[in-house]
Protein backbone atom coordinates (compact mmCIF):
# COMPACT_ATOMS: atom_id res chain seq x y z
CA UNK A 1 0.00 0.00 0.00
CA UNK A 2 0.84 3.69 -0.60
CA UNK A 3 0.37 6.36 1.49
CA UNK A 4 0.17 10.05 -0.28
CA UNK A 5 0.81 13.55 1.99
CA UNK A 6 0.04 16.63 0.51
CA UNK A 7 1.05 20.14 2.10
CA UNK A 8 1.67 24.00 0.56
CA UNK A 9 -2.05 24.40 0.02
CA UNK A 10 -2.97 28.30 0.91
CA UNK A 11 -4.50 31.63 -0.14
CA UNK A 12 -2.83 33.67 -2.34
CA UNK A 13 -3.60 36.70 -4.66
CA UNK A 14 -3.69 36.03 -8.36
CA UNK A 15 -0.44 36.48 -10.06
CA UNK A 16 1.35 34.81 -7.20
CA UNK A 17 3.26 31.35 -7.01
CA UNK A 18 2.83 28.49 -5.04
CA UNK A 19 4.82 25.00 -4.28
CA UNK A 20 2.66 21.66 -3.61
CA UNK A 21 4.34 18.95 -2.26
CA UNK A 22 3.23 15.50 -2.03
CA UNK A 23 4.93 13.19 0.15
CA UNK A 24 4.74 9.21 -0.23
CA UNK A 25 4.88 5.96 2.14
CA UNK A 26 6.51 2.59 0.43
CA UNK A 27 9.51 1.48 -1.30
CA UNK A 28 7.79 1.10 -4.54
CA UNK A 29 7.45 5.10 -5.56
CA UNK A 30 10.22 5.20 -8.24
CA UNK A 31 8.01 2.29 -10.08
CA UNK A 32 4.97 4.77 -9.64
CA UNK A 33 4.05 7.61 -12.37
CA UNK A 34 2.40 10.78 -10.11
CA UNK A 35 -0.43 12.79 -10.98
CA UNK A 36 -2.33 16.02 -9.62
CA UNK A 37 -5.94 16.07 -10.03
CA UNK A 38 -7.88 19.40 -8.68
CA UNK A 39 -11.76 19.62 -7.68
CA UNK A 40 -13.60 22.76 -7.28
CA UNK A 41 -16.31 23.32 -5.28
CA UNK A 42 -19.43 21.92 -7.26
CA UNK A 43 -17.33 20.86 -9.95
CA UNK A 44 -16.03 17.41 -11.13
CA UNK A 45 -12.39 15.78 -10.09
CA UNK A 46 -10.08 17.27 -13.18
CA UNK A 47 -6.69 16.54 -14.12
CA UNK A 48 -4.09 19.14 -14.19
CA UNK A 49 -0.28 17.70 -14.22
CA UNK A 50 1.49 13.98 -14.72
CA UNK A 51 4.95 12.77 -14.51
CA UNK A 52 6.03 9.12 -15.37
CA UNK A 53 8.30 6.59 -12.91
CA UNK A 54 11.44 8.01 -14.07
CA UNK A 55 10.59 12.04 -14.38
CA UNK A 56 11.38 12.18 -18.03
CA UNK A 57 7.75 12.55 -19.25
CA UNK A 58 5.11 14.83 -18.10
CA UNK A 59 1.78 16.29 -19.59
CA UNK A 60 -0.70 19.29 -18.37
CA UNK A 61 -4.15 19.95 -18.64
CA UNK A 62 -4.35 22.76 -21.43
CA UNK A 63 -5.26 25.73 -19.16
CA UNK A 64 -1.93 25.16 -17.08
CA UNK A 65 0.61 24.77 -19.75
CA UNK A 66 3.47 27.53 -19.39
CA UNK A 67 2.46 27.62 -16.03
CA UNK A 68 2.44 24.77 -13.76
CA UNK A 69 5.50 22.39 -13.42
CA UNK A 70 5.44 19.25 -12.14
CA UNK A 71 8.93 17.17 -10.52
CA UNK A 72 9.90 14.58 -8.29
CA UNK A 73 12.79 13.50 -6.07
CA UNK A 74 12.52 9.56 -6.45
CA UNK A 75 15.42 9.54 -3.60
CA UNK A 76 13.20 11.09 -1.62
CA UNK A 77 10.06 10.07 -2.49
CA UNK A 78 8.35 13.15 -3.30
CA UNK A 79 6.54 14.99 -6.06
CA UNK A 80 5.79 18.40 -6.18
CA UNK A 81 3.84 20.90 -8.35
CA UNK A 82 5.43 24.65 -8.84
CA UNK A 83 2.41 27.16 -9.66
CA UNK A 84 2.66 30.31 -11.52
CA UNK A 85 0.86 32.99 -12.73
CA UNK A 86 -1.78 31.79 -10.48
CA UNK A 87 -5.49 32.84 -11.66
CA UNK A 88 -8.87 32.48 -9.68
CA UNK A 89 -9.74 29.56 -11.54
CA UNK A 90 -6.89 27.59 -10.41
CA UNK A 91 -9.19 27.49 -6.80
CA UNK A 92 -9.75 24.10 -5.88
CA UNK A 93 -8.23 21.67 -3.82
CA UNK A 94 -5.66 19.49 -5.00
CA UNK A 95 -4.84 16.09 -5.09
CA UNK A 96 -2.13 13.95 -5.48
CA UNK A 97 -2.32 10.62 -6.79
CA UNK A 98 -0.31 7.29 -7.79
CA UNK A 99 -0.53 4.42 -10.45
CA UNK A 100 1.90 1.80 -11.38
CA UNK A 101 1.79 1.83 -14.80
CA UNK A 102 2.50 4.69 -17.15
CA UNK A 103 1.36 8.00 -17.36
CA UNK A 104 -1.76 9.27 -17.02
CA UNK A 105 -4.53 11.89 -17.35
CA UNK A 106 -8.08 9.83 -16.35
CA UNK A 107 -8.29 9.71 -12.71
CA UNK A 108 -9.66 6.48 -13.05
CA UNK A 109 -6.68 4.93 -13.46
CA UNK A 110 -5.03 5.50 -10.31
CA UNK A 111 -4.61 3.65 -7.42
CA UNK A 112 -3.57 5.93 -4.33
CA UNK A 113 -4.91 9.40 -3.22
CA UNK A 114 -3.90 12.14 -1.31
CA UNK A 115 -6.32 13.72 1.62
CA UNK A 116 -6.12 16.91 -0.86
CA UNK A 117 -5.07 20.58 -0.11
CA UNK A 118 -6.82 23.50 -0.79
CA UNK A 119 -5.67 26.15 -3.11
CA UNK A 120 -7.22 29.70 -3.07
CA UNK A 121 -6.44 32.29 -5.48
CA UNK A 122 -8.27 35.49 -5.01
CA UNK A 123 -8.63 38.15 -7.79
Known amino acids: QVQLVESGGAVVQAGDSLRLSCAATGRTFSSLAMGWFRQAPGKRREFVAAVDAGGGRTRYTDSVKGRFTISRDNAKNTVNLQMTSLKPEDTAAYYC????????????????WGQGTQVTVSP
Open 97 to 112: AARFYGLSSSGTDYDY
